[in-house]
């Protein structure tokens, strides 16, 4: 299988999926609108189109974890998202998630076959 292979594209997708969910809600302190967002995870090496980010967004929101506002004062106007107190906790908690999750799977990857 090489990476430019689909199958090898989808399983990397389904990786990067769950892992997207805490990025954003690290990057989601201050209010950011979508666009931005997805620069700064660009920037930060995880490549996210805004067909997945904006639904992803949408989904926190309905779950109690992101909230939105929108800033008219602009020519064009922008739906601002930032996460909010239980987003703060669930972040936490997903932190330690991953950090076990990782140390396992250093774990696994790196024994000796």
């Known amino acids: 299988?090489?990476?430019?292979?689909s199958r090898f594209q989808n399983l990397v997708q389904e990786l990067r999926r769950g892992s997207l969910v805490l990025a954003v809600?690290?990057?989601?302190?201050?209010?950011?609108?979508g666009y931005a967002l997805v620069e700064r995870l660009k920037q930060a090496g995880i490549g996210a189109e805004k067909n997945t980010l904006y639904?992803?967004?949408?989904?926190?929101?309905?779950?109690?974890?992101?909230?939105?506002?929108?800033?008219?004062?602009?020519?064009?106007?922008?739906?601002?998202?930032r996460i909010t107190d239980e987003g703060r906790e669930t972040r936490q908690l997903l932190k330690e998630e991953w950090n076990e999750m990782s140390r396992s799977m250093d774990r696994i990857?790196?024994?000796e076959e």
């Open 1 to 5: 299988m090489e990476t430019g292979d």
């Open 25 to 33: 809600l690290h990057l989601s302190d201050a209010p950011s609108y």
């Open 55 to 81: 639904p992803l967004l949408r989904r926190l929101e309905q779950q109690g974890l992101m909230e939105s506002s929108w800033d008219t004062g602009e020519a064009r106007p922008r739906k601002y998202y």
């Open 109 to 111: 990857l790196t024994e």
